[in-house]
């Protein structure tokens, strides 16, 4: 127990201390806050953090420095030993994406009185409040309702259970509610007490509390992509419609500031209800002093970025606003922090924010130099123990590959990692319809998947499954999302105009030009790269021609597809619902929602194979790009020394330019010759 001093030296040590730790600042209720005071408050935001706690890549069983919470944690302390004012707030998509996310949903779920890994580590940060995103409703409502601490008032939750743990910070979304009761499935909005110290007119400091509010918002589009866990049970608003019937509200109840949390990108097309992306619409709502977007990956505000939804009007990717309003997106992962200071000023007996003077920046975890920040080492030891159990069970032996299979080449062809995801659904599908829906017996069925890594997150993050061994972290490498497998029943037509939208993944090429042009069109997605891979079926992609006009030679057994034919194609429950908007592929040409996450399918067809070969299972290329001499080189960038991965899906015309692209990544660059 520590001594306190005699009461004769008090008189004699306060004078001193005061002097050693200089004057506290003064006190003021926010009434009472003098007019020309001044403060800053830094919002910092973490998005998509996909439940990455660690830097650890589970589906390679290695450390990876790029990523992780424990790093973003590193850069948290710094902005909070920066700013004295701080608002730590998540956007979502927070409790899914990881092998550790499954295990602690699927394989062993997480008990009623345990908190996820995720917000242990969370709640370790001291974050003052967040949002959900679309993936937060992937493991169902009961989940979300246990795991969020939560008493959800929806059908297929039972009201009686006790309250489970969950984070320690609250949760907001305004535009879900609860079919049942017809109100907000979480609180729409809350409004949190912040004490801060501010500077009077006087030049002194004082302190005082600020009421910021907080409004989170999802992608309606989750009641297609999540159709079968949400249907009948919550509907959804325009994240325009809910905040401005919402901030109103918040204003009356005393709110300084408040901040949008919005799980959604920017999207300058027309306005509706139901927009995947509605940011840039939002940001139009008055009130809204700052906005945090999440949900489209990427880093904002970018100087440098050439992505279309970052140069719409009204947009200033260098400062970071929208229609005025300082806004921030901080990636994936962890691999960024979101930064926005806010410069206050007292006028008219209430704050307004600065927009000239308020700064908006994303800080990375990698420096110029390439090196990572250090981790922050007080949260590895706080989920050791999940860490532990998810690298067991991701070990778990489900067969044997002969061959490599990777997506380093995806792009140009090689669909050795992705023939066994379209072989495993196709085969679902067929084996379903043949004992339940017969009337659908005489359609050939066909399969769609796509390169879900293919790099967007650096030169590491593609699949690579070595020869060998095959275990569940390999087949979580090969299926990286616990989507459903869904079938649908499309015509030629159809079949062709899902083609053609694919096909954006890539530039149109002028043959003509002697400058390098780029083969892949950055600002389309890889994961929407759809693709056939069937002996049955073959097409060409001419890349002479504009978007839409691409597709040639589409054929099935030999004959050319024609537009009425019809088809049933197995694919996922994002793409089947209207994920990637992809034309006529809206949840109406479903005719089976399997009960089995497509993941699940995979690992039970390799079971049953117990050996896949590259001729069986690797090797079956659909699509080819049509031939074309090009005057100058076709490049791509992809990890650096795979050369032979090319050759041996037999990528003959592929080559390695520079082992170092020069864009500071860590990305190689490749060239494509088009005329093989």
């Keep these: ?150 008493r959800l008032d929806v059908d297929g939750v039972d009201g009686a259970q006790p309250r489970c743990a969950g984070p320690a910070f609250p949760i907001v979304l305004a535009n879900v509610y609860s079919k049942k009761s017809g109100k907000p499935l979480f609180q729409p909005y ?29 992608t309606p589009m989750i009641m297609n992509w999540n159709r079968k866990a949400l249907e009948g049970r919550v509907y959804t608003e325009g994240v325009r419609e809910a905040a401005q019937k919402y901030i109103p509200q918040m204003r009356a109840r005393g709110a300084d500031l408040v901040v949008a949390i919005s799980h959604g990108g920017l999207d300058g097309g027309p306005y509706s209800q139901g927009m995947e992306d509605g940011s840039w619409h939002l940001a139009q709502v008055p009130g809204i002093d700052a906005m945090l977007t999440g949900h489209a990956h990427q880093a904002f505000p970018n100087a440098s970025s050439a992505a279309p939804q970052h140069n719409l009007p009204g947009v200033d990717k260098v400062k970071g606003t929208v229609h005025g309003v300082p806004t921030v997106m901080a990636s994936q992962w962890g691999k960024h922090l979101g930064v926005i200071g806010l410069r206050l000023r007292r006028e008219g007996g209430r704050w307004m924010v600065d927009r000239d003077r308020t700064t908006v920046e994303v800080r990375a975890l990698q420096r110029a130099d390439k090196s990572h920040v250090a981790a922050d080492p007080s949260i590895a030891p706080l989920v050791a123990a999940e860490h532990e159990a998810t690298m067991r069970y991701v070990r778990t032996p489900v067969g044997r590959t002969e061959f490599r299979m990777t997506t380093y080449f995806a792009d140009v062809g090689d669909v050795s990692a992705i023939q066994i995801v379209n072989q495993a659904q196709a085969a679902y599908l067929a084996q379903y319809v043949k004992a339940n829906l017969p009337r659908y017996a005489s359609l050939p069925v066909l399969s769609m998947s796509a390169p879900f890594k293919s790099g967007a997150a650096g030169p590491g993050d593609y699949t690579d499954v070595k020869a060998g061994d095959l275990a569940l972290y390999n ?164 990890a650096p020394g795979q050369l032979a991965v090319a050759r041996e899906a037999g990528l003959d015309h592929v080559s390695e330019l520079r082992s170092d692209d020069g864009g500071g990544k860590g990305y190689a660059l490749y060239a494509v010759d088009l005329s093989q």
């Design 190 to 218: 809350a409004i949190i007490d912040k004490r801060v110290t501010a500077t009077g007119p006087d030049g002194k400091p004082f302190e005082t509390v600020l009421k910021v509010g907080i409004i989170g918002l999802v």
């Design 1 to 150: 127990m520590r001594s306190r001093p005699p009461p004769t030296l008090l008189p004699i040590l306060l004078p001193l201390l005061l002097a050693a730790c200089g004057t506290p600042p003064r006190s003021a209720a926010t009434g009472a806050t003098p007019e020309g005071a001044q403060a800053t408050l830094a919002l910092l935001e973490t998005t998509d953090l996909h439940a990455n706690v660690l830097g650890y890549d589970y589906y390679k069983l290695a450390a990876d420095p790029s990523s992780g919470l424990e790093r973003t944690a590193t850069l948290i302390r710094q902005a909070r030993a920066e700013f004295p004012n701080t608002l730590l707030l998540d956007n979502g998509d927070t409790i899914q994406g990881t092998a550790l996310a499954d295990y602690q949903a699927l394989a062993a779920p997480v008990p009623c009185g345990q908190a996820l890994a995720i917000h242990k580590a969370m709640n370790l940060l001291g974050v003052d409040g967040a949002g959900l995103g679309n993936h937060d409703f992937d493991y169902g409502l009961p989940f979300l309702n246990q795991v969020t601490g939560s």
């Design 475 to 638: 087949a979580a490498d090969l299926y990286l999302y616990p989507n459903a497998l869904y079938g649908v029943k499309i015509d030629g037509a159809g079949l062709k105009a899902w083609l053609e939208k694919a096909a954006e993944r890539f530039n149109t090429i002028d043959p003509a030009l002697t400058a390098p042009q780029e083969l892949v069109n950055s600002a389309f997605a890889g994961y929407n790269f759809d693709m056939l891979s069937s002996p049955d079926v073959s097409y060409r992609i001419d890349l002479t021609r504009p978007p839409g006009k691409r597709v040639q030679g589409l054929s099935y057994r030999g004959r050319e597809v024609a537009d009425g034919q019809e088809f049933l194609v197995a694919t996922n429950n994002y793409r089947a619902s209207g994920g990637g908007g992809f034309p006529g592929l809206d949840g109406g040409k479903t005719i089976f929602a399997a009960p089995d996450a497509s993941r699940d399918v995979m690992i039970a067809y390799i079971r049953q194979a117990r050996t896949l070969s590259r001729e069986r299972n690797g090797g079956a290329r659909s699509w080819r790009f049509a031939s074309v001499k090009t005057r100058g080189p076709v490049v791509f960038h992809s």
